[in-house]
């Protein structure tokens, strides 16, 4: 999936909008609305993604400073995005919307004079700039679309799905190895209707494990935002079955996910 990094950031600042629209008329009644992530408001949901472009932007600006303070963070053990939360909880509207708007724009300038290949610290192994960027568009549709169903508001899907869907993807083996079980050697195919009507495909066409559907519900699988079963995904063969049942494009433990029956079934995958 070869993209520029010009077309990326394009990307991440139409998601950003998404977010800001979503947000926009919020008052501090609003941002301390619950959201599905449990114990996490609409508030927490935007200092997360402005907290995360900070360090984010750090890793490219002061790389030793960012291994410094990743090392203190992740010294406060897996939960410590709670302790962020926890942290910036007393913030109003206002605040957690210009909290967020400064951090994204600092991040979106400084990447855009990156070379896409230039390596950078993250928590865990180091990714390119390019993948950096993928993983903030991941965040910010991912962590939009609690707060779409904490205000029961509908996003209308594009094919910026593409990046979501393409981590889940090739994160498979991870899903499999962060919970200690092997990584299964059999391919799995995936093939999804975009928004746009494309068809997007994935492994080898003639493997026996498989996934099919649309492309906004494989992206609520494998953020976790929705159960499989509430969707209209297909699934068949015993690799693609375990896989979709722990799928996660984003790196960290393992999360909860939603249980099936949280949201009503899709028919067909058209409405989130």
């Not at 963070?73 to 910036?88: K, T």
């Not at 991870?174 to 995936?190: H, N």
Request: aromatic share 6%; net charge negative; proline share 7%.
């Amino acid at each position: 999936m070869a993209v520029s990094m010009g077309q990326l950031l394009d990307d991440l600042e139409a998601e950003t909008e998404m977010i800001r629209a979503l947000v926009a008329d919020l008052d501090d009644t609003g941002v301390a609305t619950p959201t599905p992530a449990a114990g996490w408001s609409v508030r927490d949901q935007l200092t997360h993604l402005a907290y995360f472009d900070e360090t984010a932007h750090q890793a490219a600006v002061d790389p030793a400073g960012f291994r410094r303070d990743a090392a203190t963070l992740m010294d406060l053990g897996d939960g410590f995005p709670d302790q962020v939360a926890a942290e910036h909880s007393h913030l109003g509207a206002e605040e957690a919307r210009a909290w967020l708007d400064r951090a994204r724009n600092a991040y979106l300038a400084t990447f855009r004079g990156l070379d896409p290949r230039t390596r950078l610290p993250w928590y865990g192994p180091d990714m390119s700039a390019a993948s950096s960027v993928t993983a903030r568009l991941m965040e910010t549709w991912t962590h939009g679309q609690d707060i779409a169903d904490a205000l029961a508001m509908v996003r209308e899907p594009t094919d910026r799905l593409r990046h979501v869907a393409h981590l889940g993807v090739i994160a498979a083996g991870f899903s499999f190895a962060l919970r200690g079980r092997p990584v299964p050697a059999a391919p799995v195919r995936v093939e999804l209707v975009a928004p746009s009507g494309d068809t997007w495909a994935w492994g080898e066409a003639g493997a026996a494990d498989r996934v099919k559907g649309t492309a906004l519900d494989f992206c609520l699988v494998v953020t976790q935002r929705r159960h499989v079963a509430d969707t209209a995904l297909q699934v068949s063969g015993p690799v693609a079955t375990e896989w979709i049942s722990i799928a996660q494009a984003f790196a960290g433990t393992p999360g909860p996910g939603r249980p099936a029956g949280a949201f009503p079934r899709t028919s067909d995958g058209s409405t989130p």
